[in-house]
Nanobody, 122 residues
Framework: QIQLVESGGGSVQGGGSLRLSCVAS????????LGWFRQAPGKAREGVAL???????SYADFVKGRFTISRDNAKKNLYLQMDRLEPEDTAMYYC????????????????WGQGTQVTVSS
C-alpha cells in the first residue's frame, strides 16, 4: 500500500505563491505517473498538473505559466509550485499516483493523499 501525504497549503492573497509538497512511501522514479488534482466546493475534481515517469510535464490550461510540478532527487517528494495565485485557485489539492502511462482521468489514479487546502483571497 502506497501512502501519500500532502502539506504546504494555506491562505494567501491573490498574486501570492505557495509550494505544495507530497511525500510518498515509495521511490517515485521510473514507474509511476504523478499528478496534482484539485476540488473546489460543489465542483468536480480536476487535474492540475502531471509528471510522467520520464520527467515530462503537462498542465491544465488554467494553470499554464503559473504552476510548476517537479520531484526531488531522492524521488520520494512531489512538489507543486504555485505562483500568481488567483481566487479561482481556491480548492483542496491532492497528489495522486498511478502506474504509467499518465492520464487526466482522476478515476484511474489508484493512490491519493488526504489533501491540503489552498485559499486565495482577492
Amino acid at each position: 500500500q502506497i501512502q501519500l501525504v500532502e502539506s504546504g497549503g494555506g491562505s494567501v492573497q491573490g498574486g501570492g505563491s505557495l509550494r505544495l509538497s507530497c511525500v510518498a512511501s515509495v521511490n517515485l522514479y521510473g514507474t509511476y505517473c504523478l499528478g496534482w488534482f484539485r476540488q473546489a466546493p460543489g465542483k468536480a475534481r480536476e487535474g492540475v498538473a502531471l509528471l510522467t515517469r520520464y520527467g515530462g510535464t503537462s498542465y491544465a490550461d488554467f494553470v499554464k505559466g503559473r504552476f510548476t510540478i517537479s520531484r526531488d532527487n531522492a524521488k520520494k517528494n512531489l512538489y507543486l509550485q504555485m505562483d500568481r495565485l488567483e481566487p479561482e485557485d481556491t480548492a483542496m489539492y491532492y497528489c495522486a499516483l498511478k502506474p504509467s502511462p499518465c492520464t487526466w482521468a482522476s478515476g484511474e489514479y489508484v493512490y491519493w493523499g488526504q489533501g491540503t487546502q489552498v485559499t486565495v483571497s482577492s
